[in-house]
Nanobody, 121 residues
């Protein structure tokens, strides 16, 4: 099983993008989830993440009020809705999730490969 990301691209400042991250096999469900990003020359940082499988969500101060993390009802796809994007949001965005094997009720942590988001001024 893998996490497959999509939705990145180039957008002007003030624009919006929605990133998606899907489990490649429907027999796995997303429990804990998070989005991280890494800009050139910088360390990877947390953008938004849930506390375990709960609805308690932490957002980085820099994205509060602009970004929203969510998950579909089937718990196979997670999203990051990004609005009012700014050039400093330019980075490679990675999804991270604990995937639960529905058959065996076991969990394991996975990372997506990353998707580029570029915001022009």
């Amino acid at each position: 099983v893998q996490l497959v990301e999509s939705g990145g691209g180039l957008v002007q400042a003030g624009g919006s993008l929605r990133l998606s991250c899907a489990a490649s096999e429907s027999t796995f469900s997303i429990n804990a989830m998070g989005w991280y990003r890494q800009a050139p020359g910088k360390q990877r940082e947390m953008v938004a993440a849930t506390l375990g499988g709960s609805y308690n969500i932490n957002y980085a101060d820099s994205v509060k009020g602009r970004f929203t993390i969510s998950r579909d009802n089937a718990q196979t796809t997670m999203y990051l809705q990004m609005t009012n994007l700014q050039p400093e949001d330019t980075a490679v965005y990675y999804c991270n999730a604990e995937l639960i094997d529905r058959k065996y009720s076991t969990g394991q942590d996975y990372w997506g490969r990353g998707v580029q988001v570029t915001v022009s001024s």
